[in-house]
């Protein structure tokens, strides 16, 4: 069964933070990498922060240094602490695994909303 639960958003004051999680199938999670995604209105989704199996990371210039990302291979969850909130951080959040053919990819969680007021 293909699922991906994304929780832990919600309303913060601009410089705030909050730690996103996210519970993966193990059909998803499995060696693969993987990947926290948002979408801001009337945007496109964007990549955010990836990590592989074995704990590389990398991140979207905008969040580098002010997010994290992390995984717990024996619980198939990632998560996303966000440091430094800016109100250009509000989106929608959802985790999947990446794929150089994220943007195609059909199946994504229903996502976690984060509003950052200034």
């Known amino acids: 069964q293909v699922q991906l639960v994304e929780s832990g958003g919600g309303l913060v004051q601009a410089g705030g933070s909050l730690i996103l999680s996210c519970a993966a199938s193990a059909k998803i999670f499995s060696r693969n990498a993987m990947a926290w995604y948002r979408q801001a209105p009337g945007k496109q989704r964007e990549l955010v922060a990836r990590?592989?199996?074995?704990?590389?990371?990398n991140y979207a210039d905008s969040v580098d240094g002010r997010f994290t990302i992390s995984r717990d291979n024996a619980k198939n969850m990632v998560f996303l602490q966000m440091n430094s909130l800016k109100p250009e951080d509000t989106a929608v959040y959802y985790c999947n695994q990446y794929s150089p053919a994220w943007r195609v990819m059909e199946y994504w969680g229903r996502g976690t909303l984060v509003t950052v007021s200034s």
């Open positions: 990590i592989t199996n074995g704990g590389s990371t």
